[in-house]
């Protein structure tokens, strides 16, 4: 299998340069140092995009606007256009699809999820035993420090129980009467809805606009099977990553180092590469829904199906509710923080 990774060279920023210099902006961004951003004052304080000349001043992207401003006192910084990045993406996409039947769009507006990791900070945190450089979404720590974040669940579930239907799925959402159907059948009726579940594995979602079901189409994910094998690996490591195209698997969880007194491991596969285990598994289970994909499109679609949905007292929550890659501690906090919302106002 062959594969082609296709990167337009400072995509944002050439294209914002074009439209700039077309409009009759005198000076061609490209050739001075300058960048595009998001808006520090709404946290998404990153560089997009820079040009060659910024990048020779040690800018890179993903980094700070503080600390990119340190590096290159001169630095020009442009807001990002996002509907003229998807014009030209788009036409991108055209004429690539005319070579290859199979291509994937992503984006990097996740970039501020990842942590700063120069070569002065990582050492400084190798010698040291302390974390350095800019600090990533998933950063705080939310899980108990005794029992693990599995406590949490079982807590929860003694609270709430006799108000948790198990064993049947949700198929259907009616924005228009505030309820959802199950594959049994069965309605149920809120005032206000919270939605856990990935949007598109709703069979209908009565009430929503025809871009938006279209759009909700567009989301993507990845599927992953997880095999236990019983044998013991010695090793203090909890997860292990594996770059080896020869094997099916490419990450594995070590269960004996995450919780005492357990057994054996897991093996991470993608649904593509299941094929490739030679033997048959002792015990695996397929998850459709592992991961959101962070395609180009998916920050406007998420924008807009939730501001609709919320109007009409429906909220998206979590991984799937909101398509984005949180770890479950944080959407716990989430949630808290949602209910005192919808509840309190």
Excluded at 123 to 135: F, I, P
Excluded at 224 to 231: L, N
Excluded at 247 to 269: A, D, M, V
């Amino acid at each position: 299998m062959t594969i082609l990774h296709i990167d337009a060279n400072s995509a944002y920023l050439s294209w914002t340069a074009v439209k700039m210099l077309e409009e009759g902006y005198e000076t061609d961004i490209r050739e001075i140092p300058s960048a595009i951003a998001g808006d520090p004052k709404n946290r998404h304080g990153i560089i997009l995009a820079k040009s060659i000349p910024a990048k020779k001043q040690g800018v890179r992207t993903g980094e700070s606007l503080f600390e990119a401003r340190r590096k290159c006192p001169g630095l020009q910084v442009f807001p990002h256009d996002f509907p003229l990045y998807m014009s030209f993406s788009d036409e991108m996409y055209r004429i690539i699809s005319e070579y290859s039947p199979v291509i994937q769009r992503y984006g990097i507006y996740w970039l501020d999820k990842l942590p700063d990791v120069s070569f002065e900070d990582t050492l400084r945190s190798c010698l040291t035993h302390k974390a350095y450089g800019q600090q990533p979404g998933h950063a705080s720590f939310y899980y108990p420090k005794k029992y693990g974040y599995g406590e949490l669940w079982l807590r929860m579930a003694q609270e709430i129980e006799g108000h948790v239907k198990y064993g049947t799925d949700v198929i259907e959402l009616d924005l228009n009467h505030s309820r959802i159907r199950m594959a049994d059948g069965e309605y149920c009726e809120a005032e206000k809805i919270v939605t856990t579940i990935p949007w598109n594995s709703y069979q209908h979602i009565t009430g929503l606009p025809e871009d938006l079901h279209l759009a909700v189409k567009r989301l993507k994910h990845s599927s992953i099977e997880t095999r236990y094998v019983g044998d013991t690996l010695q090793t203090d490591a909890q997860w292990l990553y594996i770059p080896d195209e020869q094997k099916p698997y490419h990450r594995i969880l070590i269960r004996h180092n995450f919780c005492q007194g357990s057994r054996g491991f897991w093996l991470e596969t993608r649904k593509e590469r299941v094929d490739m285990y030679p033997d048959e598994a002792q015990f695996c289970y397929m998850n459709e829904y592992a991961y959101p994909l962070n395609t180009i499109d998916k920050p406007q679609i998420m924008q807009q199906l939730l501001a609709f949905t919320s109007e009409r007292q429906v909220y998206g929550l979590g991984r799937w509710g909101e398509h984005c890659h949180y770890n479950s501690d944080v959407v716990v906090d989430l949630a808290m923080k949602l209910s005192e919302k919808i509840c309190h106002g």
